[in-house]
């Protein structure tokens, strides 16, 4: 079946770092990748997406790249702020059917000043 | 921009009781889907529903029911509460359930069993 793998955490960052946070996918077909950040106390709130190989999705700072050949889709962002410190989930949808997202396990993010 | 309404953002129950939480999409949305999130663990899908029929199932118990209404909006019901069911209860949004249309998430509705 569909599942995500992500890097697991915490990550602990000083301001102004790079960050990298790994998700890999084990899909059939060509399924969607999102990124989706959760805030303390709050949902989830969409990131960036991508829906087909080579895409790059972008938002705030981060990005991550659509990689069909390693079934990858890893959130990047060059220097990242204490606000950036949330809970980050790398998620798939299937291609075909509903629309239902699969989650990976979190990767919390610290950032100290 | 209007969000993704989910109410009551915090509900205390004991075991056995039942538990009613409601979903209002963004407007225009025709498709709900309903989440749980156990602490510190990654959302689990629970059941969806696109233009008020069901349209997938996840790993939601016989326990509980759902259904979305006329105006869109969607109730999850759950019965026969049990310590396990404390968690966050995310709803989502789309419009359509076409590939890679985006899920917007409301805040959760914070559940707690005693």
């Known amino acids: 079946g569909d599942s995500v793998t992500q890097m697991e955490g915490p990550v602990t960052l000083s301001e102004e770092a790079f960050l990298t946070i790994n998700c890999t996918y084990t899909?059939?077909?060509?399924?969607?990748l999102f990124w989706y950040v959760q805030y303390p106390g709050e949902g989830l709130q969409l990131l960036l997406k991508?829906?087909?190989?080579?895409d790059k999705g972008s938002n705030k700072g981060f990005e991550a790249t659509y990689r069909k050949e390693t079934t990858s889709f890893h959130l990047e962002k060059g220097s990242v702020q204490v606000s950036d410190s949330a809970v980050y989930f790398c998620?798939?949808?299937?291609?075909?059917?509903?629309?239902?997202?699969?989650f990976g396990t979190g990767t919390r993010l610290t950032v100290i000043p | 921009a209007a969000g993704v309404i989910q109410s009551p953002r915090h509900l205390i129950k004991e075991k056995r009781e039942t538990a009613t939480l409601k979903c209002y999409p963004i407007?225009?949305?025709?498709?709900v889907y309903w989440y749980q999130q156990g602490p510190g663990q990654d959302p689990q899908f629970l059941i969806s529903?696109?233009?008020?029929?069901?349209?997938d199932k996840g790993s939601i118990p016989d326990r509980f029911s759902a259904q979305q209404f006329s105006d869109y909006h969607s109730e999850l019901n759950m019965s026969s509460l049990e310590l396990g069911d404390s968690a966050l209860y995310f709803c989502?949004?789309?419009?359509?359930?076409?590939?890679?249309?985006?899920?917007?998430f409301g805040d959760g509705t914070r559940l707690s069993i005693l």
């Open positions: 529903f696109y233009e008020k029929m069901q349209s």
């Open positions: 899909a059939t077909g060509y399924p969607s």
């Open positions: 991508a829906t087909k190989a080579d």
């Open positions: 998620a798939l949808s299937e291609s075909a059917g509903a629309n239902n997202l699969f």
């Open positions: 407007p225009r949305h025709d498709t």
């Open positions: 989502a949004s789309s419009l359509g359930v076409g590939q890679g249309q985006p899920q917007h």
